[in-house]
Structure formats: C-alpha cells, structure tokens
C-alpha cells in the first residue's frame, strides 16, 4: 500500500470512529414539553405530601426545570466536537499532558442525586495537542448527565483516545455520591476512585507511576 492510499485509509478509518461516537452520544431529542416537565414537578410534590400551589412552591416547578436545564446540559454537547481543534505546532514536545483537579459535578442514575469530585485528565501526544479548557469542557460534557462514575471515567479516556489518538490517555476520578452519604447506608466521608488507562498509561508502569504521583496517587490512598 503506497504513502498516500494508507493515509486515506487512515483518514478514512478516523472519520468512522468519530461518526461511530457521534451515534453513540447523541442526545435524545424526544422530549416532553417544559409544560410537561413542571407538571411532573408537580406531581412529585403532592407525592411528597405537600401543596405545590402553596405561595412557597408556587414557583417551584419553574425553577427545578430551570435547575435541571443546567444539571444536564451535556445531553446537549457533543463531546467528539469538543476535541476537533487540535495544535501541531508543539516543537516536537512529547511528555505527558495533564490536567488535575477539574471540579466533576454529576448525578446518579439511579437515584439522581449528586455525585462531586474531581477528575484527573493526562494523555501523551503523538502529533497533536487540544487546548486545556477543552479537556476540562469534555469532562463537563460527560459529568452533566446522569451517569456512574465508572461509565463516565470511560467515556472520558475513551473519548480522548479516539479523537486524539495519542500514545496514552489516563484518567482518574475520585467523588462523594450523595446516594451513599444522605440516604441508604449515610456513610460520610467516603470517596471513590475509578480509573482508566489506555495505550503508554497501560502497558508501561513507569509511566502509570509518574502519572499517579504527579496527581497524588489517590489510587493508592483508597486502597
């Protein structure tokens, strides 16, 4: 196969994963109505024993959908798109790029409650770089759904790997679930950590031990 037809074939094999993670993240557009929505809102109050045309509710409904607009904006965010624009011109930089401490606000899927945290987010270029906030934008796109966390941790290396295609990609997230800590078995203080590791991050442990260390290892802090 000459130079240029392997290079097609690879644009070509690009252009099909990313359309394959278009498909799979697309947001569902059958919605019912915002009308529709604060009457559910509605009817989860006189459910919960009170009077939602009571003078302190009367605006409740209103302002849950509201809420709920901005808890799950990322149904409505593509996070393939996120990533589209990348860098070249890096002067041949190779190591790690990492991104710690981005603030994961999400919600349980089962019992939609919050879930907070932090995420940890590094990949090793091969040729190309994204733009830091871009790296934080697909965290957020991920985490404003409901979600678990080990879903979520996979579809952010996932994500990174496939549009990027870099030598490695790791990512780690540590968060409180409020499912855990305000009902159920209401153990405070409890953290989970969930990871994946992906490429370099995998098969070389020298470079899964630089990248914990220089986040804090929190695997080992949970273990």
Same mark, same amino acid.
């Given at each position: 196969?000459?130079?240029?037809?392997?290079?097609?074939?690879?644009?070509?094999?690009? =252009?099909?994963?990313? @359309?394959?993670?278009?498909?799979?993240?697309?947001? +569902?557009?059958?919605?019912? !109505?915002?009308?529709?929505?604060?009457?559910?809102?509605?009817?989860?109050?006189?459910?919960?024993?009170?009077?939602?045309?009571? /003078?302190?509710?009367?605006?409740?409904?209103?302002?849950?959908?509201?809420? $709920? /607009?901005?808890? %799950?904006?990322?149904?409505?965010?593509?996070?393939?798109?996120?990533?589209?624009?990348?860098?070249?011109?890096?002067?041949?930089?190779?190591?790690?790029?990492?991104?710690?401490?981005? @603030?994961?606000? !999400? $919600?349980? =899927?089962?019992?939609?409650?919050?879930?907070?945290?932090?995420?940890?987010?590094? $990949?090793?270029?091969?040729? &190309?770089?994204?733009?830091?906030?871009?790296?934080?934008?697909?965290?957020?796109? $991920?985490?404003? @759904?409901?979600?678990?966390?080990?879903?979520?941790?996979?579809?952010?290396?996932?994500?990174? +790997? =496939?549009?990027?295609?870099? /030598?490695?990609?790791?990512?780690?997230?540590?968060?409180?679930?409020?499912?855990?800590?305000? &009902?159920?078995?209401?153990?405070?203080?409890?953290?989970?950590?969930?990871?994946?590791?992906?490429?370099?991050? &995998?098969? +070389?442990?020298?470079?899964?031990?630089? %990248?914990?260390?220089?986040?804090?290892?929190?695997? !080992?802090?949970? =273990?």
């Amino acid at each position: 196969m000459t130079a240029p037809t392997l290079q097609n074939a690879e644009t070509k094999a690009a =252009e099909t994963r990313l @359309r394959g993670l278009q498909r799979l993240r697309a947001p +569902d557009d059958r919605r019912p !109505s915002r009308a529709e929505a604060e009457e559910a809102v509605r009817t989860l109050l006189r459910w919960a024993g009170d009077d939602p045309e009571r /003078e302190g509710l009367a605006g409740t409904p209103d302002r849950v959908v509201r809420s $709920y /607009e901005e808890f %799950f904006a990322g149904y409505d965010v593509d996070p393939v798109a996120i990533l589209q624009r990348t860098f070249e011109e890096t002067d041949g930089y190779d190591e790690m790029v990492i991104l710690r401490d981005i @603030r994961v606000e !999400s $919600y349980c =899927e089962h019992h939609m409650v919050p879930i907070i945290g932090r995420a940890h987010v590094a $990949y090793l270029p091969r040729r &190309r770089v994204v733009g830091i906030s871009k790296l934080a934008r697909l965290v957020e796109a $991920y985490a404003k @759904r409901l979600q678990i966390q080990e879903k979520m941790t996979a579809q952010i290396a996932n994500t990174i +790997d =496939e549009v990027l295609q870099p /030598e490695g990609v790791a990512v780690v997230i540590e968060a409180q679930h409020q499912c855990m800590t305000t &009902r159920g078995i209401h153990k405070t203080g409890v953290t989970m950590v969930t990871s994946r590791m992906l490429g370099a991050f &995998r098969t +070389d442990p020298s470079t899964r031990r630089e %990248f914990l260390t220089m986040i804090g290892n929190p695997v !080992s802090r949970a =273990e």
